[in-house]
């Protein structure tokens, strides 16, 4: 299964140097087109995104995510926000997949 970092360009290029898959988001694109897309892509298991752009269609995300099984959508904080606080990203991911 593939992960798949929907973010900031600091985000997505320090998720790709751990070994994930990303894409840079910007302002003007449509967060929930893009979800679709990766959505039906062979292989996708989870797609994180960060709270950012969450926060842009909040609502639909919830009921994109409450709707879709596969694959998981999980929020993330970029890597601007952990200015302000300490983020664990190895801790969130173990949590979403019970391990």
């Given at each position: 299964m593939r992960a798949i970092v929907l973010g900031d360009e600091h985000t997505v290029y320090t998720f790709k140097l751990l070994g994930f898959e990303g894409r840079v988001v910007s302002e003007s694109e449509n967060v929930l087109s893009i979800i679709k897309?990766?959505?039906?892509?062979?292989?996708?298991?989870?797609i994180l995104i960060t709270s950012n752009l969450v926060d842009r269609v909040r609502e639909d995300f919830e009921k994109m995510r409450m709707k879709m099984r596969k694959p998981m959508l999980i929020e993330i904080p970029s890597l601007k926000e952990m200015k302000f606080k300490e983020v664990n990203y190895l801790a969130i991911l173990r949590s979403v997949l019970g391990i």
């Open positions: 897309e990766l959505s039906i892509e062979e292989g996708v298991g989870a």
